[in-house]
């Protein structure tokens, strides 16, 4: 669809200048920064409900996997009206206010009631559904598209991403250093839970709404497409009909599942420690050394451009694999654990870090091929692969651990719970990996990005005349 930027009395927008000051790139990491803390602390649901309230594994895992279903729809849901959204602050902009309510959600989710069994499920259901169905389904939803209308110029997206990523990074890391020696201290209460969660709540409300108020989008949709239906007109099977049309799209989708689901199997890495490695502090020194991988973020936009996104994802994945196959081999041994963590973040950073990159390559792909740019129901499909990552990764290990006989308030666990853990450590990552890699071969945008580039922005000025 043909666009065109807004100016304001202040001259040229920020997005759009040709050197983006530092300090907006930062303001764009606010509400990334709370939304990572927010993933990080919910990966550990499922430990909080076994270990600190006593709920049964398998019921847990259970309930997390039902509850994707509904994100099926939500996600579905938002994306269509997302494309049918225009206000006074923009498109995608107006919903970052959800990041406010994804936080009292999960300080609702980390305060399960001390009632019976049956309200204890149901409360938990309803919470982990209204952060993740809801109020992560806007958030994942408009990333894209506000990064897409935010920023008008490639560099400068580039650069916004790589300022984000490196800062989220950063401050993930730093979250996994501290969070180990508060789960071996008051993270052993309800009451210890409860404190932290809130005053991260508080404190991440108010960083997370900082884009939204620094932020603002400056590009828009033209009114009128040349005879041809824009993304706020078309119905929702017409819209369907359009992406199923976009095939890089599914193998973007495909690559966000797999990776959600590798990184958030981190979920097994609490038990790891606490019952593998012996010592549950311990997880907080192998953290550190993933600040190493942070650096490497610099080199992303330099990589990308010389290399190309697809040969960078190849690369990354292989990495991942080697990274996983030295932490398997080594076991519960520190140093192979460090390297192993090291290279398993390399192999993931693409598609975590960089997603925006290869979500609007889908969008690009998507106009160039049907003459109709979809953006919201693109992200949204995305980001529903993502949460469905999660889910599986959290509900796999509720499920592989329940039938293994996990018992969260026992002291020690069966040799067949302990093989569980480990299965769920290192040896699915790996298979994961490997599928990511096979992905990856099929993402071919670098071979015609030029002729798609020139293309689109002839479409663009002929619709504009």
Avoid at 83 to 99: L, S
Avoid at 190 to 210: F, Y
Avoid at 300 to 314: A, I, Y
Avoid at 329 to 344: A, K, N, S, Y
Wanted: proline content about 2%.
């Amino acid at each position: 669809m043909a666009k065109k930027e807004k100016q304001n009395e202040k001259g040229i927008p920020y997005g759009a200048r040709q050197k983006m000051p530092l300090w907006y790139g930062m303001a764009w990491s606010t509400r990334g920064i709370s939304a990572a803390i927010n993933v990080v602390l919910s990966m550990n649901i499922a430990f909080y409900c076994t270990d600190i309230v006593g709920l049964n594994a398998t019921v847990v895992g259970t309930l997390f996997l039902v509850s994707k279903i509904i994100d099926a729809f939500t996600d579905l849901g938002f994306g269509f009206l997302l494309d049918k959204t225009h206000t006074r602050w923009g498109k995608a902009r107006p919903y970052e206010v959800f990041i406010i309510f994804e936080w009292i959600f999960t300080v609702l989710m980390f305060n399960i009631p001390k009632a019976g069994a049956a309200v204890q499920y149901i409360w938990l259901f309803i919470m982990y559904t209204m952060v993740n169905a809801v109020c992560a389904t806007a958030l994942g939803g408009i990333d894209s598209v506000y990064m897409a209308r935010a920023f008008t110029t490639e560099g400068n997206r580039i650069k916004a991403m790589s300022i984000n990523g490196f800062i989220v990074m950063f401050c993930s890391i730093v979250f996994n250093i501290v969070f180990p020696k508060f789960l071996a201290g008051k993270g052993t209460t309800q009451l210890g839970w409860t404190e932290l969660v809130i005053t991260l709540a508080i404190v991440m409300s108010i960083i997370g709404i900082l884009r939204f108020v620094f932020c603002k989008e400056i590009v828009e949709d033209d009114a009128e497409t040349e005879g041809k239906k824009g993304s706020n007109e078309l119905t929702f099977k017409e819209s369907l009909v359009h992406i199923g049309k976009n095939k890089y799209l599914f193998i973007v989708v495909g690559l966000m599942l797999l990776t959600f689901v590798v990184n958030n199997m981190q979920t097994a890495t609490t038990y790891y420690f606490k019952y593998i490695y012996g010592d549950l502090s311990a997880q907080g020194t192998a953290a550190i050394t993933t600040m190493v991988v942070v650096p490497a973020l610099i080199f992303f936009p330099m990589l990308s451009k010389k290399f190309g996104t697809t040969r960078l994802l190849q690369a990354c994945c292989l990495i991942g694999i080697i990274g996983i196959v030295i932490r398997t081999v080594g076991g519960p041994f520190m140093p192979t654990i460090i390297i192993g963590g090291l290279l398993f973040g390399i192999g993931t950073m693409p598609i975590s870090m960089m997603i925006n990159t290869y979500l609007i390559d889908c969008m690009d792909y998507g106009e160039w091929k049907t003459g109709v740019r979809i953006e919201g129901l693109v992200a949204s499909i995305a980001n529903f692969a993502s949460k469905v990552g999660n889910g599986i990764a959290v509900g796999l290990v509720g499920l592989v651990m329940g039938l293994a006989g996990y018992d969260g308030l026992a002291a020690v666990q069966t040799q067949t719970a302990n093989n569980a853990i480990v299965f769920l450590y290192n040896i699915l990552p790996i298979v994961l990996f490997v599928l990511m890699f096979i992905l990856s071969l099929l993402y071919k945008v670098d071979s015609f990005r030029d002729q798609m580039n020139a293309d689109l922005e002839k479409m663009h000025k002929d619709h504009a005349e």
